[in-house]
């Protein structure tokens, strides 16, 4: 079903998460922006309409000032320089910037309702008093004049990349701070995660009238550009001097952020359901590997809305600008100088973070892996079903492996910026929130882990979930309680080991008896695939006790049987086979290698040396 995105569809959405005894604040954004091209300055215009849906009376807000991060010897340049292993990206660039390179946030004035604020700046949080509480329910409009200098490109944000890409303007304005459940989010930007407040944006950006634009939401002036960019209501361009006005608004997002060039090709497709897809490049970038995107970029979205929901605006962006690739509200920016899988890789990972983050929105500084795992596995799953030769997960898993054994690795509840190292940072974000949704299907069954994912996306997209809410789902798809996963997997670093110990037959009963050993901490339900000599094979499932349920029969297995628990306390178990040990051709556990079983040298009886990952179904 088309899904019509609107200031009303917003009031309705207020009004259920109260009835969910849910709730969660509202922004409405209005932005007037005049840039100096030739000084990469601009000066602007914020009027904030912001309704504290909260049950707390608020005495103060905070805003994110994230280009004063570009500054020598901030939080983000001191971070970026002291950790153990630097992104290569930052390194000490901040610290080398000139004054004409930094970046920088300016307040010149603000004001609640009309009165005069007093507000302090500590690097990239603004702390603002209010003049009046506001109470829970209601609603107070700011209005602030602030002043900004875009940095020289170093991460994310800023002007005249690598590339050469004059400005790809994320993280750009004032942004009013997430407050949720757990309070303030005011975290100092050091280059990791974002979290923002769901509303409406509408924005207009008078610049150069050379330049071409991308951004979040519609045009709704398309005139500005001859080619005819962008749709929405007609309105004519307003010109002033060399200057032309563009006007853009996004209703129901979290973020709003824009890209610039006066050298910018554009191209497009168009989904059955009528979303548009842009692409905006440089003439001299890969033509051919960009001139291939609309077509994969229409694949891309239909996999996606086919599989994990639908994606529900009539727009999205893929524009070259950045330092890789970096996800916003309808809006990508990536590299483009790639090769055509490497643009083609980027803009699956890219797009597929606007089903989780930029509709489900997850607070990233406390759950990166929701974010880009969850992104990671769909994505796979996506380059698997355009590409079948392409192995899904395996990448995921030799990381995760390589860090256990390197001893750095650090518990998925690290809050994103306290991480020692980046690539602890990394492998758990990415690989093992991508395994944390994978071994689900090894737990709960491939086909109720991909009904979840559906009834996930359909039951919190607006509404920033937490672990949580994504395993109550699972729970109640699959009757299954894992409660137990999500602490294991996501509040400790123990490991999973499972091994055959020994295998011995009763010569009176002519049955087999196989004793499996867990040597890891971490508990999980088993699945044992015997081969038989006859040719004949069955899959035995052993359900942990404290699951409460059971994996039933999972599509391609002919034969399937489910055995007693087994208690997480016991370390062994005993399966008893009904038939001789020299009628046995082979035993292993877990012949998926869906579970990330950091030792799978004893896996197999008798030991036999198999490549990693058997290929799976689409």
Known sequence: MKRSISFAVLAVFSISIWAQNYWQQEVA???????????????????????????????????????????????????SRLIADPDRRVGSRILNLTEDEIGYQKIDKLTQDGKKLQFNIEGTILEVTLAKPLLPGSSTVFEMDFNAQVPLQVRRSGRDNIEEIRYSMTQWYPKMVEYDFQGWNANPYIGREFHGV??????????DKSYILGSTGYVQNPEVVQHGYGSGKSALPTTQGEKLTWHF??????????????????????????????????????????????????RIFEIMNSNFGEYPYKQYTVAQGGDGGMEYPMLTLITGKRSKGSLIGVTIHEANHSWYQHLLATNEALYPWMDEGFTSFASDFVTHSLFPSFTPYEGSYRSYFSLVKSGKQEALTTHADHYETNRAYGTASYSMGLIFVNQLSYIVGEDVLMRSMRRYFSEWKYKHPTPNDFIR???????????WYLEQWIGSTNTIDYGIKWLQENKETNKTHVILERKGKMPMPLDIKVVYVNGKEEVIHIPLRIMRGKKHVEEGISKFSVRADWPWTHPTYELVLDCKDEEIES?????????????????SYPKVDKTMFVPRKK
């Not at 769901?198 to 610049?207: A, L, N």
């Open 29 to 79: 954004y209005e932005m007037f922006i005049d840039m100096n091209v030739e000084k990469n300055q601009f000066e602007g215009h914020q009027k904030l309409t912001y309704t504290n849906n909260s049950p707390d009376t608020l005495n103060k807000v905070f805003y994110h000032l994230y280009f004063n991060a570009f500054q020598p010897n901030s939080m983000m340049d001191v971070r």
């Open 198 to 207: 769901w509303g409406s944006f509408d924005v207009k950006i008078s610049i």
């Open 249 to 298: 608004n996004a209703p129901l997002v979290h973020d709003f952020a824009w890209v610039a060039d006066p050298d910018f090709m554009h191209t497009t497709s168009q989904l059955d359901n009528g979303t548009v897809l842009h692409f905006l490049y440089q003439p001299d970038t890969n033509y051919l590997g960009w001139d291939s995107l609309p077509h994969y970029g229409k």
């Open 473 to 483: 789902v699972v729970e109640k798809e699959s009757g299954i309680e894992l409660t």
């Open 587 to 603: 035993i292993e556990i877990d012949p998926s290698q869906r579970m990330a079983d950091v030792d799978r040298s004893n896996n």
